[in-house]
């Protein structure tokens, strides 16, 4: 069975920073993109950040500058430093990751999400 599990979140002052990480575990072949999403009350869920396999970022206009999305293959881990916390910041941060797992002799690919991890930015 595949988990995703996510640590890291919590209570922070505006100007703060906060590392979010994420690792997978389970019968994993290969991990393709990995990826941030978050969750704001009432709002849709948002993409944040993205990385490659081969490292390759893509960031939501409104972090760029200040959120740096980082991966260690050899640990099925996913990282999200967050620098410059504001609070519109503020909600449930979930990671995601394309996964290739194997069960039973047998090969499938699909998306898993982690659990989330709430994030509040305030003074």
């Known amino acids: 069975q595949v988990q995703l599990v996510e640590s890291g979140g919590g209570l922070v002052q505006p100007g703060g920073s906060l590392r979010l990480s994420c690792a997978a575990s389970g019968s994993i072949v290969r991990i393709e993109p990995m990826g941030w999403y978050r969750q704001a009350p009432g709002k849709q869920r948002e993409l944040v950040a993205t990385?490659?396999?081969?490292?390759?970022?893509n960031y939501a206009d409104s972090v760029k500058g200040r959120f740096t999305i980082s991966r260690d293959n050899a640990k099925n881990t996913v990282f999200l430093q967050m620098n410059g916390l504001k609070p519109e910041d503020t909600a449930v941060y979930y990671c995601?990751?394309?996964?290739?797992?194997?069960?039973?002799?047998?090969?499938?690919?699909?998306?898993?999400w982690g659990q989330g991890t709430q994030v509040t930015v305030s003074s």
């Open positions: 995601k990751m394309y996964l290739v797992i194997r069960d039973s002799g047998r090969y499938s690919r699909d998306d898993y």
């Open positions: 990385i490659t396999r081969g490292g390759t970022t």
